[in-house]
Each structure stands twice: as structure tokens, then as C-alpha cells.
């Protein structure tokens, strides 16, 4: 079980930056599906949140895994 909680743990910077990446990705898509679905003022506001969630999540990660590191 430890074998495969390993694969599952973040344990350096470069993995934490892929996994932002990935949730940069997927909510840049997601915005872009909010703008079309919601055109104006609306949809633009849901995909200014999505992208902030992004940064808000990252710092999270990197504070979480320099944390984790004890620096």
C-alpha cells in the first residue's frame, strides 16, 4: 500500500509545477467552455475564477511541499 501511496505524493518542485499545469489546462478550458455557454460580462467573470483557483491552488502546493520538505 505504501508503494502505491508513493506514486501519489508530490515530492519535488518540478512534479508540484506539472500538476499546476495540468490544473492550469484544465481550467483554461473550462473558461473557455464558461464564456460560450454565459457570452458577456457573466462568463467572463467565471473564467477570471477559474484561473484564480489555479493560483490560488498552486501557492497551496508549493507552500504544502516547502512545508513538507521542513524549509
Not at 506514486?7 to 473558461?31: H, N, P, S, W
Not at 462568463?43 to 477559474?50: P, S
Amino acid at each position: 500500500m505504501e508503494r502505491i501511496k508513493g506514486l501519489f505524493t508530490i515530492k519535488t518542485k518540478f512534479e508540484a509545477f506539472l500538476v499546476i499545469y495540468a490544473l492550469a489546462l484544465g481550467a483554461a478550458e473550462r473558461g473557455v467552455v464558461y464564456m460560450q455557454q454565459y457570452p458577456g460580462v457573466g462568463g467572463h467573470l467565471l473564467a477570471l475564477a477559474c484561473s484564480g483557483a489555479v493560483f490560488m491552488a498552486g501557492g497551496k502546493i508549493i507552500d504544502a511541499l516547502e512545508y513538507q520538505r521542513g524549509i
